[in-house]
């Protein structure tokens, strides 16, 4: 098992209270910290634009920005986003904008794509909010851009959503194949046999039974278009608050909500409190993370992206991880 962990940018609260001119300095910082070392295989970023659970002026750094910022800043990481939102950018734009990152990088970008969700900063940033039907259709459409641009350094596309004509994408990715994508989404109609066509990696839910029952859906999907099902990567991620004791864990949780609450009030809160505080949504002692972790292994789950909301903070969480729980999965 692989693990990537994502650096805080805003997007859930995770800077409150840090001066907007030092959050820079304090994720680029972690970023060198997890690229130091050889525990951690990539580090990623949101796409979003306004926090949550709720929106508020608090910060939130863009994804694509960060991408370059990383590539430019760290020398052995992978970089990803979980995952950029398709009808944000022109499919063939961000072609283009992904491929200059992997040149930046010493070809080390990942492609995390899907259909985007967040309907209030859709809306507020003026691009509508269409049907799943039309914003995965973009998906599936868009990826086939990239994946063209990619490979050809040209690409030309006549779809239902997209027209490119000639769209020129050079210098391309230094990655021989192009930039791995990474669709994210356990939607089991489309999102998943979109995944089957065209992605070297999945990212779906964490919950052991929905990760088994995704997965079979994928494998049906898989066996439908006729692709291998298994040079398919399975990940999920998780919402990692880990400490030496239960009654540490709790203290941690505690700080977490007392950062958030004045800013969200106290229901939304505790609801993001409950997502993120039981050993299968990813928080415990080592020993229930390593428990759950071997589970969702031996469901055939082979990466791991954690999400540490103290990261900004207290790396304390992150060291105990590194310490006691990847040694007994990789």
């Not at 109609?189 to 088994?212: C, M, R, W």
Request: hydrophobic share 40%; charged share 20%; glycine share 10%.
């Amino acid at each position: 098992m692989r693990f990537g962990l994502f650096i805080p940018q805003g997007w859930r609260l995770d800077l409150v209270g840090i001066e907007p001119r030092d959050q820079w300095r304090v994720m680029s910082e972690l970023a060198g910290y997890v690229d130091s070392g050889d525990a951690w295989d990539s580090l990623w970023v949101y796409d979003h634009f306004h926090t949550v659970p709720v929106p508020t002026a608090e910060a939130t750094h863009e994804a694509w920005s960060l991408m370059s910022a990383y590539a430019a800043t760290t020398s052995r990481i992978k970089l990803g986003q979980m995952c950029t939102a398709m009808s944000y950018r022109n499919p063939a734009y961000l072609a283009k904008v992904a491929a200059t990152a992997d040149i930046i990088s010493g070809g080390r970008i990942q492609m995390g794509i899907g259909g985007g969700w967040y309907e209030h900063e859709w809306r507020a940033y003026g691009y509508g909010f269409p049907s799943a039907g039309v914003r995965l259709g973009r998906l599936d459409e868009g990826v086939q851009i990239m994946r063209d641009a990619w490979r050809d350094g040209t690409v030309s596309f006549d779809g239902k959503h997209y027209q490119v004509s000639g769209a020129i994408v050079e210098p391309r990715p230094l990655q021989e194949d192009g930039i791995p994508l990474w669709i994210a989404g356990g939607g089991e109609k489309v999102t998943l046999k979109i995944a089957a066509k065209y992605a070297q990696y999945t990212n779906f839910t964490s919950d052991p039974e929905g990760f088994k029952h995704k997965s079979d859906v994928l494998a049906g999907h898989c066996k439908d278009v006729g692709t291998d099902f298994d040079a398919i990567v399975r990940s999920a991620n998780i919402n990692a608050v880990v400490g030496s004791s239960e009654s540490d864990v709790k203290d941690r949780l505690a700080r977490v909500r007392s950062r958030i609450s004045s800013l969200t009030g106290d229901a939304a809160a505790d609801a993001m409190l409950d997502s993120m505080s039981t050993p299968q949504a990813g928080s415990g002692t080592p020993e229930q993370l390593v428990e759950t972790l071997q589970r969702l292994q031996g469901l055939g789950c082979e990466y791991v992206i954690c999400y540490f909301p103290e990261a900004a903070y207290d790396r304390s969480g992150i060291e105990l991880f590194e310490r006691e729980v990847i040694p007994a999965l990789s």
